[in-house]
């Protein structure tokens, strides 16, 4: 399995350097694994690190209906966040660090205390919580043609590809999740309209299945570690030059600009 695991591992990270997306691993491990998958995702991230970079949180993906829809998945996961894939909100992102991007709203919980699972209960989670941020999540795929399956985008790190924090924190005890809205507007114009029930009915729900997802992996959550629950809305395209605004009820707003080709 492990030399399997590196293999393709070798294939995402050569996706890096060479900038052309891969065909679907599914075919190539017609019996894959959950844990495998996340054995390949793994394998990358120790990589990173081993060059410098590091974790700064981790993201559930696939945690609303219409993500899972849209990816024709029936599942959430997880991924990595490291500190290469955060934006300052409002400053010029560098389209080609991005292969097929697609841009998410979402809130971001800040983490105050470590959580590890299993057995997290919501209780426990939201003492963790720190305080809460507008974000935009940009997804990515190293996989041709958004070509996934669940083990596939597992393998590839949960689809990650970068993440804007707004600027405004909110107590989580000022909010309610389930029923916070948001407005997607890219380039001035509403492109959805999503709430937070959306998010496996609360975005507080992805954080305990997270804790306790990754607790029997060893994984801990750590303080001051951002987490990012699941999108709202289903995901958008966008293209280099474009300008995307969340904004949330009772939280603020958040703005991602993907540099023009002029401007890279």
Sequence with gaps: METAAQKAADRLLE???????IDPLTPEYPDGTIEVAYRIQQLQVEQ???CGDAIKGHKVGLASRAIQRQMGVDQPDFGH??????HLEHQ?????RFFQPRIEPEVAFVLGRSLS???VTTAEAARAVDFVLPALEIVDSRIRDWKIGIFDTIADNASSGGVILGSRPARLDDLDLRTIGCNLQINGE???????GAVLGSPLNALVWLANTVGPLGVSLEPGHVVLPGSMTRAFPFSPGDSIVATFSGLGSVTAV???KDEQ
């Design 117 to 119: 699972g299993p057995g």
């Design 92 to 96: 010029p992102i560098p389209a080609d």
């Design 81 to 86: 966040l490291t500190q290469s894939m955060f």
């Design 190 to 196: 509403l492109a959805a309209t999503g709430a937070g």
């Design 15 to 21: 996706v890096y350097r060479t900038g052309k997306p």
């Design 258 to 260: 993907l540099s023009g």
């Design 48 to 50: 990173w690190t081993l």
